[in-house]
């Protein structure tokens, strides 16, 4: 039986077909609310939250989303100290990946808490928590910070803003020794950004959650020598991985509000919580040394 082909395109058949396909594509747009162009068609990644970054949103002080808060009491969980909810008021951009941080040796949350509403108004759900006691070893504050996310995803008044397959752990000193045992623990979670770690533990080898060390060039308490660069370079070699080692700062650095530690700290979490390729360009090429970095180490471009 003999086939019939088409006549090959002209360059003004093929001009009006392309036509056609973006008018088609226009009009399955309209039908959807706040769609524009074949982008809201086809979306690349649904987690996507937020305008496209630039350098000055992700150093300001707060980002784009109105952020509300609520105090979770001790009394009404347990397995953790309770602790403070931030999360983006609006309901309309869907669920949200979820952030717990944790305060370090001798601390309570308001030595973090400013990342709380930092952080949500980026577009996360942030709970800073409190520890059981004050004196809590890193790996209980790892279990504590999963205990958590536990009660944040299954138990919270905000549970329905919160995508429980997209979750990850932060810490300060003894709190970010607590982050890389929780993410050592439960290797679902997506990012760990421990801050100044403290832990006695330097083999890292068995964490499979993308990483962010920041350490303090001026660290007495968890010199990076013994703390922060050990931890990284025993990270697996194939692991999305980072180390950023602030300059003039101490270990205390992370109890008040950084540009810095934000800056790349939202950047990380973006990109592996909301795999959000749009904050690529923050972390690779490797940010180089400058007025408030000693080095920055990592391997890119990054793969999860």
């Known amino acids: 039986m003999r086939q019939h082909s088409s006549p090959p395109a002209t360059p003004r058949t093929a001009r009006g077909l392309w036509a056609a396909a973006l008018t088609t594509l226009g009009l399955f747009a309209a039908l959807i609310p706040g769609a524009s162009g074949a982008q809201a068609l086809v979306a690349d990644n649904p987690y996507e939250r937020g305008p496209a970054p630039t350098v000055a949103s992700i150093e300001a002080a707060r980002g784009s989303y109105a952020v509300a808060q609520t105090t979770v009491p001790s009394a009404s969980v347990t397995g ?83 995508d429980g397959t997209r979750l990850g752990v932060m810490g300060h000193s003894m709190g970010g020794g607590g982050s890389l045992e929780a993410a050592k623990s439960r290797t679902s979670l997506k990012a760990a950004v421990p801050l100044t770690a403290w832990n006695l533990t330097k083999d890292w080898s068995q964490v499979r959650t993308p990483t962010l060390l920041v350490g303090a060039d001026g660290d007495t308490t968890a010199p990076v020598a013994t703390h922060s660069e050990p931890f990284y370079e025993s990270l697996p070699g194939s692991l999305d991985k980072a180390y950023l080692e602030l300059r003039g700062a101490t270990h205390s650095a992370p109890a008040t509000a950084n540009t810095t530690i934000a800056k790349y700290s939202v950047s990380w979490l973006k990109r592996f919580i909301d795999n959000d390729t ?27």
């Open 278 to 304: 749009r904050y690529e360009q923050f972390l690779c090429p490797l940010p180089q040394a400058g007025p408030t970095i000693v080095e920055y180490r990592g391997n890119c471009p990054h793969t999860s």
């Open 80 to 162: 953790f100290g309770g602790g403070t909810v931030y999360y983006p008021t609006t309901t309309a951009d869907g669920t949200f990946g979820a952030v717990a941080v944790a305060p370090g040796f001798l601390a309570t949350q308001s030595n973090i808490a400013w990342l709380g509403p930092r952080l949500a108004s980026q577009g996360f759900v942030v709970f800073t928590i409190d520890t059981n006691t004050t004196l809590d070893a890193p790996d209980s504050r790892g279990r504590q910070l999963l205990a958590a996310l536990d009660y944040l995803t299954r138990g919270s008044t905000v549970s329905g803003r919160i």
